[in-house]
């Protein structure tokens, strides 16, 4: 059974850096067949893509977001991890990791859906 959970700070303070973890469970985030999300949601703004990780460790970010985020991975402890300096209160929001299922054909992969969440973990970015 898959299982995706979060982790990390509850509070963190203006202008520092957020950090949140996600540990996956029966799956390994090397296969081929998933690409690895985080994905947030404010009470204004609704879901909101932040960027993923593929397979073999490339990563994709949301241009608006992209010169502050970084995902990065241990693939030994099977977790990959959020970083998103400089926060505000902006940044308010529930986290959530996500696998995306990818769709083959043909030997190229393509993107899918969303098949399996984490609970989600509320970050509140406040003095």
């Known amino acids: 059974q898959v299982q995706l959970r979060e982790s990390g700070p509850g509070l963190v303070k203006p202008s520092q850096t957020l950090s949140l973890t996600c540990t996956v469970s029966g799956g390994s985030i090397t296969t081929n067949l998933y690409y690895w999300s985080w994905i947030r949601q404010t009470p204004g703004k609704g879901l909101e893509w932040i960027g993923y990780m593929t397979y073999s460790g490339s990563t994709y970010y949301r241009p608006s977001l992209k010169s502050r985020t970084s995902i990065s991975r241990d693939t030994s402890k099977n977790q990959f991890t959020l970083q998103l300096t400089s926060v505000t209160p902006g940044d308010t929001a529930v986290y959530y990791c996500?696998?995306?299922?990818?769709?083959?054909?043909?030997?190229?992969?393509?993107?899918?859906?969303?098949?399996?969440w984490g609970q989600g973990t509320q970050v509140t970015v406040s003095s």
């Open positions: 996500a696998r995306e299922r990818l769709i083959w054909d043909n030997s190229a992969a393509y993107r899918g859906f969303y098949d399996y």
